[in-house]
Structure formats: C-alpha cells, structure tokens
C-alpha cells in the first residue's frame, strides 16, 4: 500500500483544482441559468497568464494567482458585455445561449492559439518550481499541492460567507432564486450579473494557474477539462456549492485514487481514466437527475433574502 500517500494528496491537489474551476460553472448555472461551455477558457487564460508573469516574476505564487483571477475576471466580463448581454436583453432562447457560449470558446481558444503562435508559447511550462515542503508516509507535499489546498480552502470559506453576509451575495442568493422578484424588489440585475462573472472567470483562472506547473500549457488546456467540469457540477445538482464540493472530491479521487487502486491490483490501464466523467455523468442522470447536492429552495432564499434586509 506503499502507492497510497502519493495517490491520495495527488487525489485532494485535483480536487482542489476542480472545485476552483467548477463552483464558477455552478455561480453561472445558479444565477443566469446558463450552461456556459466557453468556462473552460477562463482555466486556459489563467494558465498563460501564469506563464506569461512567471517570466518576469519566477515563483511568485501570489502575485502569479492574483494576475490569474484578475485577466480571466477580465475576460469573462468582457464575454459577458459582448455576447450574452445583449442575448439576454433580446430574450434569446435558452438554446441560443448554449449555441453562443460554444461560439464564444472557439472564438477565445483560437485567439490564445494565435497570440501563442506569434509568441512562441503554443506549447510551454511557467517559470514556477514545484518544491517539496514536507514528506507524509515518503510524499513529498510540494509548494503547489500546498497553495492550491489553502487557496481552495480560503475561497470555498470566503464565497458561503460573502453569500451569507454580504449585501451582494444577499442579492445574488435573491436573483438566483427569482429573477423577476429580485428585480421588481429593487435589486440591480445587471450589477449583480457582473459581480457573478468576476468570481466565476477569476476562480476559473486561478484554477488554472495552480493547475499550469503541473502540466503542458496549450491553447486545448481548458477544453481538455470541459468535460470534468461539467461532470462535478451535473454530480452537484448543477447549482448547489455544497454538491460542486462534493463532486470535486469525487472526481478528483476517482481519476487518481481509485484508477491507482484498478491499476496496480487489476491492471487497468490508466488510458481509461478518460471514462470516469462520462461514467459519473450517465449514473447522475439516470440514478439522481437533479444531482447530489444541497441547495436552497427559491422561498427560503428569498426569505433569508428578505429577513437580512
């Protein structure tokens, strides 16, 4: 059993990747309803601009992380004021929404192909060391597993007490809940959309820059992932926080822990992790459509809304 440290803090390090890039899915699916496929871009952007800042600022996580957050929050507004809003405002159909977020990841993706092309970065690794901060059981738990657990630890506490406590986070609550009630109660729609667009891109690029030291960065390296994401978040009940935690665990240790365990003992090969999100996704929606997670139903959020204020 020698295989199981290593598998297991391999296991948290992508859960904790997943969990930043997926709760953003989920604050879009909470409050616009919208199941945006061009999410995944926002990991890819926030992976070149770690790799982008760590040739001038090798190592520094810090600033590296908060580049990552502020470009791919900066993005995801920029889709949102160009493509969707005025979509929404002409009340599109749901599909062409869906139809649009497609176009939108194509249109990003192959923009950093070619901004990477020009740059000669098409295929390349930040200037980020992974060191070795202590052993567990003969593991070395590096710098990266390090920041990306506290970083998706301090997020997830952050955002329940923004949502719980903040005026914003009230009205955001209120809008997922219901939209036409939230707006006749005075509640500004459209600042509150933009607020959700900031968090889900930022946590979306920070995902992906805590994700860039351990891979390839390429243009494909978000939509290499797409199919990941919207397994946690299907497996959470597509809006629920506490599910897209859940499904983050789930998966994160079913592509490491429980692929080790079939492989070292049964000799699956690992080609085959690829199987696990459509695997999770299938047995979610016959077993359990509605997913596994927790979430508010609309009057109570409403009231709690209401009660804050």
Not at 226 to 244: K, N, R
């Amino acid at each position: 059993m020698g295989w199981l440290p290593g598998s297991i803090l391999r296991s948290i390090f992508e859960s904790g990747i997943f969990l930043m890039i997926s709760i953003g899915l989920t604050l879009t699916l909470s409050v616009i309803k919208l199941p945006n496929f061009a999410h995944a871009e926002f990991l890819t952007i926030g992976a070149y601009t770690s790799l982008v800042i760590s040739q001038v600022l090798p190592n520094n996580l810090v600033v590296i992380i908060l580049a990552s957050f502020l470009t791919a929050a900066i993005l995801a507004l920029a889709v949102h004021n160009t493509v969707f809003k005025p979509l929404i405002n002409r009340k599109s159909s749901a599909y062409i929404l869906v139809l649009a977020s497609f176009a939108a990841a194509q249109f990003i993706r192959y923009s950093v192909f070619v901004a990477g092309s020009l740059g000669g970065v098409l295929s390349a690794h930040p200037l980020i060391t992974v060191t070795p901060i202590v052993y567990i059981a003969g593991q070395a738990l590096t710098n990266i597993y390090l920041a990306t657990l506290i970083v998706a630890l301090s997020s997830t506490i952050l955002l329940s007490l923004f949502f719980k406590y903040t005026l914003i986070g009230k009205c955001m609550r209120a809008v997922s809940s219901n939209t036409t009630l939230a707006q006749l109660s005075g509640i500004r729609i459209g600042y509150i959309v933009s607020v959700m667009w900031i968090l889900a891109g930022g946590l979306g690029g920070v995902g992906g820059a805590l994700l860039s030291p351990y891979v390839t960065v390429t243009p494909a390296l978000g939509f290499n992932l797409l199919l990941e994401i919207f397994a946690v978040v299907i497996f959470g009940g597509l809006t629920s926080f506490v599910g897209t935690i859940i499904g983050s665990l789930i998966m994160g240790f079913a592509e490491n822990t429980f692929m080790d365990f079939l492989n070292i003992y049964f000799g699956v090969p690992y080609t085959y992790t690829q199987l696990i999100p459509f695997s999770l996704i299938i047995i979610v929606l016959l077993v359990k459509p509605t997913g596994f997670g927790v979430s508010y139903s609309a009057n109570k959020a409403l009231r709690r809304f209401f009660k804050g204020n």
